[in-house]
């Protein structure tokens, strides 16, 4: 089985190679949640990335990171989210061709936003892991380098450069909340705080509603058998594989879920009270602030604010609801 | 009569007292809007400072431009805006007390917003004219500095660092259009712009529920003969005076007029296109291009997003709402 092999010294040189086409994303303090929490909360803005979401590094690490023949052969990759217009917008920065595989379950907007930057679209199969099959026939037939969304050394380097920002800027958390979808970033980003700085802790975020981190982390094994019923952080969604739990469980310190309820909640609050419009992944952190988990008490933490990318309808949909009071 | 002296040597000052306490804001190129309009669109996101406006910069001017003595007797100033947010956490950030005068009609949510960063909140009054005049009186009682929203050189000096920080970035820029409601930020944007780039062109931005700058700035005098009517750019209400006028007519080089239903429209674009929530007053930017006005046409446009307070029920209200297709 492939195994990631990914250390400081990757992401350094992915920072150094994708600095100039990634955005300095601002990193800020949320005196409100840090009151509400009684803690001091702050929150690095990925959302502000030029495709709205830190996919972009690893995308552009995989992209300046392949020889001038690869290029010039183009590359794909297979999702319906963040992963390939970060893929699209990349490799158009670079003058590569792409092509993006979705399963036919993808609606129209998100077919769109892949081609917006460029890239071919395939529609093909039933689900992501049809699709994904797709981009690997692709992949053999037409020599295209696959570019995949969490489970690449390249990839993991690239999404760690998030944590090796904040932690030049500001080095003084102790505890960093990771939205956790593949495992991608959160492995990136705890090799970087470890490094950078040993005692920092570093924990996954899921959603109740699609949580295999969970169990596989605490099992140290493989484990796919749990609920996954469509959720708000669709993003996070979905089975996980092997090669990222093994690289976790060297350098990340928990798993905390969230309930469904709460991720919604937590879009409210942000747009309330900081006039952000987040995606539901990014939501899983104001989430986990608002549940009050124990591993985040009194401390400083940081919480990846991984995207903004949310249907506006939806959006809406959830600010207009109502949610029960805190203590 | 106040005649407000601004020159660049203060934009240049006020830069480099300020940048310790104000963020450095994202510069994001519009590719939707680019193609949309048919030009090159640029965005300064001052909605990303820490209260949430550029007003930020001109209150962090005047405050760490007074001497140690009337730090220590305190400010006041009259607002129920942005601008008395900035004091009070311009303030707070000094370690210097901080009274603001809002009117009688402020709602609850704009009343707390000031207090949230430690200021006393007087009301006062039946509109910002009485609540003014309060605060005038309170100055004089407690020699207490009276930090102007507009009609004071630190604050055109400290808005006009918005226009400096853009530029040395990116100096390309055809075109500047500046949400415009006292004309601080407009002179100030206005002078920095016309020193590091003479051929820049400057318009200033009004609803047409709230338009006294257009009249004024023609006629080159003071002239607040036209309706007030309540705008969704709330930011952007109300009479005028002439000391921002005058320095207008020595370095803007036009108003431009929006309607109301464009503005709203901007709001929905913005949050659908980019994801970001933005408050009325920026908003005139996205209505402007909208809209076609000719000025701007083939130009690359640098657009002033100057703020994100927006209520959300409002915001959702505006967004939900559907606006006539455009050509």
Redesign the interface.
């Known amino acids: 089985m492939y195994k990631i092999e990914v250390g400081f010294k990757d992401i350094c040189e992915a920072y150094t190679r994708i600095k100039p086409y990634v ?1 300095k ?2 990193l ?2 949320s ?2 949640m840090s009151e509400l929490f009684g803690s001091d909360v702050w929150f690095k ?1 990925e ?2 990335q ?1 495709i ?1 979401a830190y996919k972009l590094r690893g995308a552009m690490n995989n992209m300046l990171a392949m020889s001038k023949e690869d290029l010039a052969r183009g590359v794909v990759a297979a999702s319906a989210g963040n992963h390939s217009q970060a893929v699209a917008y990349a490799a158009r920065m670079q003058g590569a061709s792409a092509i993006v595989c979705v399963p036919e379950s993808t609606p129209m907007n998100k077919r769109e936003s892949a081609v ?1 930057y460029g890239a071919e679209l395939v529609v093909y199969g039933a689900d992501y892991a049809a699709a994904e099959e797709k981009a690997h026939e692709i992949e053999r037939e037409q020599g295209r380098k696959f570019v995949h969304a969490y489970e690449s050394s390249e990839t993991v380097a690239g999404q760690g450069t998030v944590a090796l920002e904040v932690l030049l800027e500001n080095n003084d958390f102790d505890a960093i909340i990771v939205p956790t979808g593949g495992g991608g970033l959160l492995c990136g980003v705890a090799i970087a705080a470890k490094a950078m700085k040993p005692e920092i802790e570093v924990y996954g975020l899921q959603t109740d509603t699609s949580a295999p981190w969970k169990k596989s982390f605490a099992e140290k094994r493989l484990n796919n058998d749990c609920p996954f019923i469509p959720s708000i952080a669709d993003g996070l969604e979905g089975e996980i594989t092997w090669p990222n739990v093994e690289l976790a469980l060297t350098c990340v310190d928990g798993i905390i879920v969230v309930s469904e309820e709460s991720t919604k909640e937590g879009i ?1 609050w942000m ?2 009270n ?4 987040i995606e539901g992944a990014s939501a899983t952190c104001i989430a986990a602030l608002l549940e009050g988990h124990e591993e985040l008490k009194g401390k400083k933490v940081l919480c990846i604010i991984t995207g ?3 249907d ?2 939806k ?2 949909k959830v ?2 609801a109502e949610y029960p009071e805190r203590d």
Chains 1, 2 share one sequence.
């Open positions: 955005v994303t601002p800020i303090r005196d409100k803005l959302n502000m030029p709205g917006r409210k747009a309330k900081h006039h952000l419009m903004g990318n949310i506006l309808d959006f809406c600010c207009e």
